[in-house]
């Protein structure tokens, strides 16, 4: 896997940096980064990739990132619109909690987040009361001076550290390397892959992007995303047919032509594959869960 290493700008001072962004869209290349990220999306929505897995995220969800772990978050289309009035913001607060020493580290106290913080590799998603209290804390954490941040974060972690609420996102863990090169192209071919995945796009088409053969192409793509070329496509198609069945109501034979599937058939069976549900029961399911919580 290389993606592109993303260097997070801070002083040598600064154990805890805070980001608060607020732009069009959030950034979307595959990249990565030595820092744990608490990634908090307070307005926008989209499909993220992390590891090796592909998902819809919205306001209010939290991914805790681990060291050195590929991800992209990428907004969805209306948001790149000329003339758009959305907004993508996130609080994000990065660390590294080897700079505060190893002997600290050591410590029987520690032993708990450490192993936190070796789950995140794989990325995680705080869910139920973890995932309130933390969107208020990082509300918060910026508030404060950099000894308090410090002492806010461990109180926080520790509290994580101990929660059933967290699940894991990814199913391996990524030792990087980094390819100015690869990470270029295989850039070019996710952003192709989402401008255009509605449409009727091939194997040829995306090795074109690339400029590779398809079997040079084929090599490449699973090597950089860990899943074929058709995985990928059907992922981010059948995700984005999921929020339609949910968000905006169409019907089965909308979704599945709105998302580049011209026999339904094969749709009903894609969409099973990978959700584990028929695009019926899935509709179902989802709407009962939404009407519980609202």
């Known amino acids: 896997m290389k993606p592109l290493l993303f260097k997070i700008a801070k002083t040598e001072e600064e154990a805890v940096k805070i980001l608060q962004e607020d732009y069009p869209y959030f950034y979307d290349n595959l990249h990565y980064h030595e820092e744990t990220q608490i990634m908090v999306i307070t307005e926008g929505k989209g499909t993220y990739f992390i590891g090796d897995s592909i998902g819809n995220f919205q306001a209010g969800d939290i991914f805790i990132l681990g060291s050195n772990l590929p991800h992209f978050f990428r907004s969805d289309k209306p948001y790149y619109q000329e003339g758009s009035s959305l907004r993508s913001k996130n609080i994000s607060i990065l660390f590294s909690l080897e700079s505060l020493g190893e002997k600290l580290l050591n410590l029987p106290e520690f032993y708990a987040i450490k192993k936190l913080l070796y789950n995140s590799k794989k990325g995680l998603v705080v869910l139920g009361n973890s995932r309130k209290g933390l ?113 905006e109501k169409y019907s089965i034979k909308e979704v599945a032509y709105d998302n580049g599937y011209y026999n339904v058939s094969y749709f009903n069976r894609q969409f099973k594959l990978i959700t584990g549900y028929t695009p019926s029961d899935y509709y179902k399911v989802h709407t009962q869960t939404h009407n519980l919580a609202s």
Request: aromatic letters at 10%.
């Open 135 to 247: 969107y208020k804390a990082a509300h918060k954490i910026g508030q404060k001076d950099r000894l308090s941040r410090i002492i806010y974060l461990f109180k926080w972690l520790n509290k994580l550290s101990k929660s059933d609420e967290l699940t894991s996102i990814s199913h391996i863990n990524f030792n990087q390397e980094t390819s100015p090169n690869d990470t270029k192209k295989v850039n070019e071919v996710i952003s192709y892959i989402m401008e255009n995945f509605a449409n009727d796009i091939t194997l040829a088409d995306a090795s074109e992007v690339a400029n590779l053969s398809v079997n040079s192409f084929c090599r490449f793509f699973k090597q950089h995303t860990r899943k074929t070329f058709s995985q990928f496509l059907n992922e981010i198609r059948i995700g984005h047919a999921c929020k339609q069945l949910i968000e």
